[in-house]
């Protein structure tokens, strides 16, 4: 194994916290059917929110990233072909500051989830919220929200050093 390759015992995963009123607020989403929020701590001062977004998601290990994004069309969110301004691994940025960046995504399957990763310089908060329309929306996304808290975890995890 090279020195830079973690093992899984070295492996950091971010800690499930309360949802934040702040990051709600960010998300601008008046209703939600879903939220979670995860913290870690991160070097002071390293990134900006947006490139903390890109190094969780297009920085991840590419199978996971694949295996993210296969989850992803799976339920039908309709992407942004790769490096198209604006995105982030395909999700629209609604609203981009140094200290929050907003992602939002449409599921065929009645889905509307926005993201919301918030840095202060010394952690890293990432916020999903999710609105479903019709219970056929809500059966999914609650089919699949275990697995996504385990996933964004390691994600955490893995982009902050």
């Known amino acids: 194994m090279h020195q830079t390759e973690a093992s899984p015992t070295q492996r950091r995963w971010a800690t499930e916290i309360p949802v934040r009123a702040d990051l709600r607020a960010l998300s601008r989403f008046p209703h939600t059917d879903y939220a979670d929020t995860f913290e870690i701590a991160v070097p ?10 890109r190094a969780v998601f ?19 969110v309709q992407l942004a ?12 940025i609604v609203k981009n500051s140094p200290g929050a960046v907003v992602l939002q ?11 919301v990763l918030q840095t202060d310089g010394s952690a890293l908060r990432f916020a ?34």
């Open 128 to 161: 999903t919220f999710v609105r479903c329309d019709g219970l056929f929306g809500r059966a999914v996304w609650f089919g699949v929200a275990p697995l996504h808290r385990l996933i964004m975890s390691r994600l955490l995890g893995d982009a902050a050093p």
């Open 81 to 92: 072909p790769p490096r198209v301004a604006g995105h982030v691994q395909g999700w629209r």
């Open 105 to 115: 995504a449409r599921s065929l399957a009645g889905l509307t989830a926005r993201l």
């Open 58 to 76: 297009e920085g991840a290990p590419a199978r996971l990233r694949m295996f993210v994004t296969f989850g992803w069309r799976v339920l039908g």
């Open 44 to 53: 002071p001062g390293r990134r900006t929110a947006e490139q903390w977004a």
